[in-house]
């Protein structure tokens, strides 16, 4: 059975959004971040961060890697493309919600919802703000005509993005500008699988 570190609170969710859409028998174990440095947990991810997945003898960190490795070997005719140049699609927009998106998304949850306000920069939240309209726009053209960002079925490349822009309703963020985006957003956020871990430890 695989087994997965971290607490639903984290970028663990991402992770047991993608081992409930798969389907695949689980144990949780909803460690919180502040235990993530104990020595039993260095001795599976030696960064000392959640998640970390254990599957079959394979440890595996990196909320992203686990999730491109679950659907490598689980999704086979489900999440993951059959052929190269949709597998490329998934890396592509994999990578771009964690460089293009997470740190603009991060510096605004900072500085809006995190910090105490004597600590928040509204100065650093407006620049994210602004940082964000280039990303938001290639996502918006590439939505154009399709359901999702490989076409018409709901693949890990959807997973991984929308996991990312989570943050971004409780942020109260403005998507009037990119209709396509929004759309698609409520539409992966609602389905049942990451509803479900939404109410998870």
Known sequence: MAKLHGTSRSRSARSLW?????GVNYEHNPMPTTEAKSAAHLKLNPNGHVPVLED????????????LYL????????????DPAGRADVYKWSFFAMT????????????????APDQRDEKAALAAIEALKAPM?????SLKGKEYLLGKNFTIADLNVAAVMSWIPM?????SAW?????????CLGREANKKVRGLK
């Open 171 to 175: 942020m109260k963020l403005d998507l």
């Open 179 to 187: 209709p396509n985006v929004s759309a698609w957003l409520q539409k």
């Open 100 to 115: 293009e998106v997470e740190p603009h998304l991060i510096t605004l949850l900072r500085n809006r919802v995190m910090n």
């Open 71 to 82: 659907a490598d070997k689980y999704g086979k005719g489900s999440l993951w493309p059959s």
């Open 137 to 141: 726009n290639a996502l918006e053209e």
């Open 56 to 67: 079959d003898g394979v440890t595996v960190w990196e909320s992203m890697a686990i999730n």
């Open 18 to 22: 993608a081992l409930e859409e798969l």
